[in-house]
Structures are given as C-alpha cells and as structure tokens.
T-cell receptor
C-alpha cells in the first residue's frame, strides 16, 4: 500500500493565482483531512470529510475549497492565492471512530509570492 | 487561542536525561493522541489514549491520560538523540481533530 500520497511536493505561486493540491489514499478510509502547518507551529484543520460527497469546515477554511467525489481522493483548491497561505499542507486519512488514528501524507510546501 | 496547550514549547536536554511534556485543555476529548514529527515529514502516530486515567507504555515512552480526559503527559526515560523531533498532541472531537502547537525536543549526544 502507498498509504497517503500528495502532489506536488513543492510549489511557488504568485499572488492571485489558483491551484489544486492533490491527495489520495489507498487504505479505504472514510475520513480524510487537510491541515496547514506554519513554521514552528502545530497543525490547523482546514477541511475534513467523513465520506464521499460530504465535507465540513475546520478551524481555518477561508480561502480554500474541497470536494470528495470518491473515497480515495480529497483535493484542496486554493483560489486567489495570498501570502498568508504560504505554509506546508498535510493531508491525512483515518477510519474514524473513537480512536480516529490519522495517517499523514508527506506534505506539500507552498510559497505564495 | 489553542484548544490544546502544550508545554514546554522547546526542550533541549542531554542524552540519558528524563523529561516530561504536557498537553492541557479545558475541553473533554473522546480520545487523545500523541504524534512525533521529524523535519520535512508528516506526523507519525505514537499512541492513542481513550480512558480517563489510562497509562500506556511504548518502550521508553510513557503516556498518561488525565482522569477527566482533558489533559495528557508524555514521559521519556533516558532520552536518546533519536528521540529528537516535534511532539504533537491531538484531541478527537465528534469527527474532527484538533492539534496542539507541539513541543520541540532536542536531545544532544
């Protein structure tokens, strides 16, 4: 199993540009999450999904959109990129439930100039 | 404002020393997890605690969940350079997860 994969690994955007961060998992997990991690900080939840067709906002959803058309894929869309969105983005998946142990991808490092 | 407060923020110790880091919240969680993150990588789960008062051991690491399920501690015995990393606690809500800011541990040889 590949686990959770993310593409691209690195990206530089200009202010106002848009892009989609890709995330896929092959563990048949229902739950998927997007986090951002700013330098020296923990993770902030952007959006999450408990199954295909269902998404919910996390702590910091402004400036982002998500969709979940399949169990495997959970792309994160940035519209009109801003310097404040410079961060490392992590996707994670889990089975949910009381334990809800999360498996993380390797991250995408995004810089907005 | 962090829902989960971790302390200390930074910790630098010598190999062989013992240490304890803390994760505190005013909220009750259905479970609490500890992760370790190394530079350039995603967090990796160390342990999940579910029951108030629960203690779990993972080799030299001992994890405790508070009786009220609001706080947790991680104790490392005889720290080694390989323990260096960012230690994150995370609380499980209804369907989402909230992370603390982490404790950055450096163990010097």
């Amino acid at each position: 199993n590949a686990g959770v994969t993310q593409t691209p690994k690195f990206r530089i955007l200009k202010i106002g540009q848009s892009m989609t961060l890709q995330c896929a998992q092959d563990m048949n997990h229902n739950y998927m999450y997007w986090y951002r991690q700013d330098p020296g900080m923990g993770l902030k939840l952007i959006y999450y999904s408990v199954g295909a067709g269902i998404t919910d906002k996390g702590e910091v959803p402004n400036g982002y959109n998500v969709s979940r058309s399949t169990t495997e894929d959970f792309p994160l869309r940035l519209e009109l990129a801003a310097p404040s969105q410079t961060s490392v983005y992590f996707c994670a998946s889990s089975r949910g439930g009381a334990y809800n142990e999360q498996f993380f991808g390797p991250g995408t490092r995004l810089t907005v100039l | 404002t962090q829902l989960l407060e971790q302390s200390p923020q930074f910790l630098s110790i010598q190999e062989g020393e013992n240490l304890t880091v803390y994760c505190n919240s005013s909220s009750v969680f259905s479970s609490l997890q500890w992760y370790r993150q190394e530079p350039g990588e995603g967090p990796v789960l160390l342990v999940t605690v579910v029951t108030g008062g629960e203690v779990k051991k993972l080799k030299r690491l001992t994890f405790q969940f508070g009786d009220a399920r609001k706080d947790s501690s991680l104790h490392i015995t005889a720290a080694q350079p390989g323990d260096t990393g960012l230690y994150l606690c995370a609380g499980a809500g209804n369907n989402d997860m909230r992370f603390g800011a982490g404790t950055r541990l450096t163990v010097k040889p």
